[in-house]
């Protein structure tokens, strides 16, 4: 049964870059036909995708965030990264990273809090 686990700095100061990594064990980020996403959930808000990396390694970002937002995979660790740019107390929220197959249910991280505060 595939595992991920977001980790990464909890606190991150504005103007920034808050960097993610989810680690997946138990299947691999270059299985065909699966796609590896990161959403967030900002606090009293509801869950917003923010884009995903296909097993190909191809990436599509959403398009309010495409111009701050970078995905990238590390295959030899079996890892897959978040990188937001400039960011601002608004990009506080809950990060989750997770595996997603048309037709079939997903698989997500427990989640990690980041605040972006000086």
């Known amino acids: 049964q595939v595992q991920l686990q977001e980790s990464g700095p909890g606190l991150v100061k504005p103007s920034q870059t808050l960097s993610l990594t989810c680690t997946v064990s138990g299947g691999s980020i270059t299985t065909s036909y699966y796609h590896w996403s990161w959403i967030r959930q900002p606090p009293g808000k509801g869950l917003e995708w923010m884009g995903v990396i296909h097993y190909d390694g191809s990436t599509t970002y959403s398009p309010s965030l495409k111009s701050r937002t970078s995905i990238s995979r590390d295959t030899s660790k079996n890892q897959f990264s978040l990188q937001l740019s400039s960011a601002t107390p608004e990009d506080t929220a809950v990060y989750y990273c997770?595996?997603?197959?048309?037709?079939?249910?997903?698989?997500w991280g427990q989640g990690t809090q980041v605040t972006v505060s000086s």
């Open positions: 997770a595996r997603v197959r048309p037709g079939y249910p997903g698989s």
